[in-house]
């Protein structure tokens, strides 16, 4: 069985620091990894994408990739308030062809 | 304009009533999902087509049916089967050009059944 774990939360920040959310995985096989934010009654919106180990940043969002250690982490830097919302981390395992395996995510609320 | 709709937003039945979800994408994605959530749950797989008039089951495919028979639209019907069907029914579609076939999703529709 394919899992992804997350911390459920909620981690609390204040406004304008730094955010950390993790992702561990259970298939040291899987290629691919997703981060999606979700508001509060809303459909996922996918942030960032990363295969390569290593950082990958994209504005305030830095993704880490550990292959090796089989986390995946997202940094907000500068959170905003309107940065409150789930995280929601997936993967996409060898086998699994394009399917996705989804953490049950981490509820940030960043705090004025 | 390019993207997924999914209607209706929310959807009311009675219990015993089949209920079909539409699904519509404009993006030229060829694979599509469904995935359903649960609060405080993460996406479950429903089922997944990856060429039109060709699907396959997810996790959690008993009590709902599909069907693609055009590239653009992956309607999901929940039957009268499904035990507990009061979720939030997400549809989801990527490209399979190139990786990491990253999977966008439509709006949904909240489904309750009382």
């Known amino acids: 069985q394919k899992e992804v774990e997350q911390n459920s939360g909620p981690l609390s920040v204040p406004e304008g620091a730094i955010a950390s959310l993790n992702c561990t995985y259970s298939d040291r096989g899987s290629q691919s990894f997703f981060w999606y934010r979700q508001y509060s009654g809303k459909s996922p919106e996918l942030i960032m994408s990363i295969y390569s180990n290593g950082d990958k940043e994209d504005g305030r969002f830095t993704a880490q990739l550990n292959k090796a250690s089989q986390y995946v982490s997202l940094l907000i830097r500068d959170s905003q308030p309107s940065d409150s919302a789930t995280y929601l981390c997936a993967v996409n395992p060898p086998g699994y062809g394009q399917n996705f395996v989804f953490g049950p995510g981490t509820r940030l609320s960043v705090l004025p | 304009d390019g993207g997924i709709t999914q209607s209706p937003k929310y959807l009311f039945r009675k219990e015993g009533q089949n209920v079909t979800l539409s699904c519509e994408q404009n993006?030229?994605?060829?694979?599509m999902y469904w995935y359903r959530q649960d609060p405080g749950q993460g996406l479950r797989l429903i089922y997944y087509s990856q060429i039109v008039n060709d699907f396959q089951k997810g996790d959690i495919a008993e009590g709902y049916s599909v069907s693609r028979e055009k590239k653009e639209s992956f309607p999901l019907t929940v039957t009268s089967a499904q035990k507990n069907p009061t979720a939030f029914y997400l549809c989801a579609s990527s490209s399979q050009r190139a990786k990491p076939y990253e999977q966008y999703f439509g709006p949904g529709t909240r489904l309750t059944v009382t």
């Open positions: 993006l030229n994605h060829d694979a």
